[in-house]
């Protein structure tokens, strides 16, 4: 250490020591001590507990979201922020465990009686002990307490000095002290969590603020996520901020060489004037309407959300931003912009589900104001559908020089192209067009003459019961046609049905369908008798699906024969069976069938038990075969576990024998014993 540190050390130890913070130990482990540099120049004193952070079972009590604090905040004139002395050291560790905590020093070993920084429950074990104690305080809402940081507020100085009074007799309850020369008492603006809070506004912290003009390129990762790690405390203050953002964010990706160029030199530059900009944010009023602006770009997503302010102007809650990735990319343009929605949704799901007006929001793709009257969707869609109904919305649409908050940065041309705004973004499907004046007329002639048609229109118009099962309620007449249960009734015309056929399956902006999808697009329209059936031989009898068609039945493989070697001796190849559960006889049961394969077709048979096992099969051959014809160059067999032990095999193997093995449960592998 240096003599700096060292009388830092001794300043530590003898405050602490006096203070009863610490005492000596004996402890059997140990984590070492050092100091970091503050700002001002002076020393911090540290303790290294990443090693007993590793065995330490976690405290999950969650910290609060400093964006649900803020929102608690709405109509809040006035405030007073109050600051724990101690902070952490305010919490006692068990009688028992100290030593776990124990720091070792030049000065000898150290272990602390309370609470430290450094140790991995600390957080989460003061914010439980302080929303516990302030408990009651907290359920009416008059207070925000972060850690050891407390925000007191009201819209009236009365109302804030009575709670003021509630929280300092739970301090003094508790033995709790504060520092003076932080606490500030009865304000309209105040620095909290990093924000300056006034009525109805959230703005950045200057003072953070203040080098942010000043901060030099980045050159290697560490220091361009160190400048992220500052952009992303305040990205709910800069509108698409993940666009802007998204070239600096490739960098820090795992494998991604660096590479520094004009487009990330942009974006770089373009944060920081943003953040010098400081906007301010208004605190949302559930009571209020609220207008969701929304776009997608390429690569991004961005959303606004606004609220008029007290001068009925619109003023921004939250600007939010999301990347897309690589499978979102490649969504259809209209499909992104859906997606910009359903995020913008979900980030402010908590002020927009169940809000008291109806939530207006604002694209500028026309296409998407007439979304929720699709009469087709895909099943991406479908599933977006289903999460839009939970909310009560209005999408209209606005070009993109109206909205230039969330479109502005988020079509930046260096993100690439986008299609041109005119184009027709609908998948054609999604349009149901007026059906064909001539197949109209085709229908209509073809019902004439058809029996069914002719039946059912004579017993509605007598008013006599159904001669079919189904009912004649299910049957209207409508404009000289016959539709069966809302769906157009298509006579017994094989032409006509081939017809239909061919406008729902062969035209491009179909692309030939299968079976399934066919048949749904028609029932949307048609129906007639056996329509499954007609559409099922008729794809099956297109041409052109025949030829697309991917075949999902792999090809079986011709069976081979093993073949026979003719320069063979007898018995130099083999193929050998059992023939099991025979009448006993001679307490035998079975017989081992050993035959010629390549040579004479000559048969060995070998009585023996059904449960011999592999030795006594190879002391078999070598009693009946082996002594006439010597040993074999190949056994063929079934893989029963005579054959197939480990033991036959490795004997085969020593004596240089190839065994080869049926198919499992192809018995004609080896037909000829069989």
């Known amino acids: 250490m240096t003599p700096q540190e060292e009388l830092a050390l001794d300043e530590f130890l003898t405050e602490n020591l006096r203070k009863g913070y610490i005492r000596p130990s004996k402890s059997p482990m140990a984590s070492p001590f050092f100091f970091v540099n503050k700002k001002d120049g002076t020393l911090r004193p540290c303790q290294d507990y990443r090693a007993l952070n590793k065995g330490i079972i976690k405290n999950t009590y969650p910290l609060p979201l400093i964006g649900d604090l803020m929102d608690k905040l709405r109509n809040a004139k006035y405030f007073t922020k109050l600051d724990l002395r101690s902070g952490y050291n305010n919490i006692h560790i068990k009688e028992g465990d100290q030593h776990k905590a124990a720091f070792k020093t030049i000065r000898g070993l150290f272990e602390p009686t309370v609470m430290f920084f450094g140790l991995c429950n600390s957080p989460a074990t003061f914010q439980m002990f302080m929303n516990d104690i302030f408990r009651v305080i907290i359920t009416e809402e008059a207070i925000l307490i972060y850690m050891d940081d407390i925000l007191i507020f009201s819209d009236n100085l009365e109302d804030l000095c009575r709670k003021t009074n ?18 500030i008492f009865e304000v309209q603006e105040v620095k909290f969590l990093g924000m300056i809070i006034r009525p109805d506004n959230i703005h950045m912290d200057p003072v953070k603020l203040a080098g942010i ?10 220091q361009l996520c160190s400048f992220l790690g500052f952009c ?21 990706r795992t494998n991604e060489p660096w590479k520094w160029n004009e487009l990330r030199t942009n974006a770089f530059t373009t944060l920081k004037d943003l953040f010098s900009s400081q906007p301010a944010l208004l605190i949302p009023d559930k009571t209020k309407p609220f207008i969701l602006e929304t776009d997608a770009s390429k690569v991004t997503s961005g959303a606004v959300l606004y609220q ?20 979102q990319q490649r969504y259809k343009v209209y499909d992104r912009e859906l997606l910009g929605i359903i995020q913008g949704l979900t980030a402010w799901r908590h002020y927009l589900l169940g809000a008291p007006h109806t939530t207006i929001i604002w ?3 026309k296409n998407l104001s007439y979304f929720q009257a699709a009469c087709r969707l895909t099943p991406c869609q479908s599933c977006w559908n289903l999460f839009l109904s939970q909310f009560d919305i209005s999408i209209t649409h606005k070009p993109g020089k109206d909205i230039p908050g969330a479109d502005s940065l988020s079509q930046r041309s260096d993100y690439g192209t986008e299609p041109d705004e005119e184009r027709t973004l609908l998948p054609d499907a999604l349009f149901i067009g007026k059906i064909d004046v001539d197949l109209h007329n085709c229908i209509k002639d073809a019902q004439t003459t058809d029996q069914l048609a002719n039946t059912i229109l004579c017993a509605k118009t007598l008013n006599i019961p159904s001669p079919f099962k189904f009912s004649l309620d299910d049957w209207t007449i409508d404009s000289n046609l016959l539709p ?8 017994d015309n094989k032409d006509l049905k081939q017809q239909i056929l061919h406008l729902f399956h062969d035209l491009p902006s179909f692309g030939h369908p299968g079976i399934f999808k066919t048949t749904s697009l028609i029932c949307q329209h048609y ?20 030829q697309m068609k991917i075949n999902t039945h792999p090809t079986t493989p011709p069976l081979t024969p093993i073949p026979a070697d003719p320069s063979a001796l007898p018995f130099q190849s083999v193929s050998i069976d059992f023939i099991t559960n025979l009448p006993l006889s001679n307490s035998f049961d079975s017989l081992m069938v050993i035959v010629d394969h390549d040579s004479s077709k000559g048969i060995v048979l070998c009585p023996c038990n059904k449960t011999i096992d592999a030795l006594s099969t190879a002391l078999l051959y070598h009693q009946n ?26 004997l085969c193997s020593r004596l240089g024998i190839k065994s080869k093995l049926s198919t499992a449960y192809h018995p004609q592998t080896d037909g000829q014993t069989e």
């Open 527 to 546: 129906w007639w008798p056996g329509l499954t059936i007609f559409v099922k031989n008729f794809i099956n009898g297109c041409a052109t699906c025949q």
């Open 166 to 183: 509630q929280v300092l007799n739970v301090l003094q309850e508790n033995d709790l002290f504060l520092k003076p020369e932080k606490c």
């Open 213 to 222: 003009q000043q901060w030099p390129e980045p050159h290697t990762v560490k």
């Open 232 to 252: 992303n405390f305040y990205c709910r203050f800069i509108p698409n901020y993940s666009s802007i953002a998204y070239p600096l964010n490739e960098l820090t």
């Open 625 to 650: 075969v082996y002594r006439r014809f010597g040993l074999p160059k190949r056994i063929i067999s079934d893989q029963g576990p005579q054959f197939a032990s480990h033991v036959f095999q490795t």
């Open 484 to 491: 069966f249960r809302k769906h157009i009734y298509i006579p």
């Open 363 to 365: 694209c500028d793709h």
């Open 308 to 327: 008029a302010n007290s001068n009925g102007d619109l003023q921004p809650c939250g600007f939010i931003s999301e990347a897309f990735g690589p499978a």
